[in-house]
């Protein structure tokens, strides 16, 4: 059984689609291939999802956090702002380091993509050409090959030779 720690990752969902590939054909031998793919694509989209949520907290925060409260600091709207504002002067160099990890993410993830599509056009090609082969090989056999059914031999009439039928009157 898979445990995921990400609420956004439905396990049984990914299960029900492995179980679904397997039962399609267990025993093709690129079965494990399109496992690997499958596994690609989740594992994709599971890291989208973290860059997102990323995303969302790389920010400095404008507004003091409402379940935070501090005596002195909580009553005094100045004196929160003001925490704030350092509190973002002193992360800049973070957030900044942050957003730059999440931009190289996000570009390592589109090429991820990019050559997933690729090896599937790439096989989808292959497949096809192998298909062509084959049909080309059964093609060169058959006509290689004599025919099965036998050949009917009639009689017909015995040869008529020409010099003979002038020397009739």
């Known amino acids: ?18 179980d679904a590939e397997l039962a399609r054909d267990p025993d093709a031998p690129d079965g494990d291939e399109r ?17 997102t949520f990323a995303e969302q907290r790389s920010t400095p925060r404008a507004s003091w956090p ?4 501090i005596p002195f600091v909580s009553s005094s709207e100045r004196l929160k702002k003001a925490i704030l504002s350092m509190m973002s002067l002193a992360f800049r160099d973070q ?38 082969t084959r049909a080309q090989r059964i093609a060169a056999r058959e006509s290689h090959v004599a025919p099965s059914t036998p050949h009917v031999v009639t009689p017909s009439a015995s040869p ?10």
């Open 1 to 18: 059984m898979i445990r995921s720690r990400n609420p956004r990752i439905d396990v049984d969902e990914l299960e029900r689609r492995i």
């Open 35 to 51: 496992l690997a793919r499958l596994a690609a694509t989740v594992h994709a989209r599971a890291i989208e999802a973290q860059l």
């Open 66 to 69: 409402v379940d935070l409260r």
């Open 95 to 132: 957030y900044e380091a942050n957003n730059a990890l999440i931009r190289s993410q996000r570009e390592m993830l589109a090429l991820v993509q990019t050559l997933l599509e690729r090896i599937d056009t790439l096989e989808s090609r292959l497949e096809a050409e192998r298909a062509t």
């Open 160 to 169: 008529v030779i020409p010099s003979e039928v002038e020397g009739q009157p």
